[in-house]
């Protein structure tokens, strides 16, 4: 029975120490909050006054007007485009800042972070940009069914490539698959060149056969 007691009482003893470490601990922790909050409505507030800067300078000058000729295809505005920019690098300023002040010690995992961050995005980006290129090729220009369909295949064996690269598979699986893609783009390529220049002459020697 005593040794219960005894046990129940180190028990609690443990458990009120943890409980006041924590608090000392949230209590420490309350300036470095409060300065990373502070940092954060100030990047807030500079990118909603960067945002109507920017919407009024190309609403003056009617860039969206000027440049949809040329991007009809997007599903965005260039001023989209420009402040989403904007608004990425302010927040990784942001971030960097709130590091280097509250936490300096983090500041080398916080840049491999960013770093795999803007690799992801710039992959999606190309992907889109390829097919909004495609897009804008095949409505300019008249192209068969069959035809669009094998440059949609080349452009997805060709997005293959950015995307093994920001995986987590090993150097020499990555250098395999890529070899692999690239090999088979070029033999796509070849017999669609294949065909496409000689498919008349082809056409004809079967019939005659």
Do not use: C
């Not at 470490?21 to 909050?37: C, F, G, H, M």
């Not at 990784?92 to 995992?109: C, E, K, R």
């Not at 796509?188 to 000689?198: D, P, R, S, T, Y």
């Amino acid at each position: 029975m005593d040794v219960l007691i005894a046990f129940n009482g180190t028990s609690a003893e443990i458990l009120w120490q943890a409980f006041k470490e924590a608090i000392y601990d949230l209590v420490n922790a309350i300036p470095s909050i409060l300065l990373a909050l502070a940092i954060a409505i100030v990047y807030v507030g500079l990118a909603i006054l960067l945002n109507r800067v920017i919407r009024g300078i190309f609403k003056v000058f009617h860039i969206d007007e000027f440049l949809k000729p040329f991007i009809r295809q997007a599903p965005f505005s260039f001023t989209s485009l420009v402040i989403t920019l904007v608004d990425v690098g302010l927040a990784m300023l942001a971030i960097y800042s709130i590091v280097l002040i509250v936490f300096p010690g983090q500041l080398h995992l916080t840049s491999l972070v960013v770093q795999y961050a803007t690799r992801v995005v710039s992959v999606v980006f190309l992907i889109l940009f390829i097919f909004m290129a495609l897009e804008a090729i095949v409505e300019r220009i008249r192209v068969e069914a069959k035809m669009r369909g094998f440059i949609l295949f080349l452009i997805l064996l060709l997005s293959l490539v950015p995307i093994l690269d920001i995986t987590a598979l090993s150097s020499e699986v990555k250098s395999a698959l890529a070899w692999g893609v690239s090999i088979g783009v070029g033999l796509a390529i070849g017999v669609f060149a294949a065909w496409f220049f000689f498919h008349e002459i082809l056409e004809s020697m079967t019939k005659r056969k």
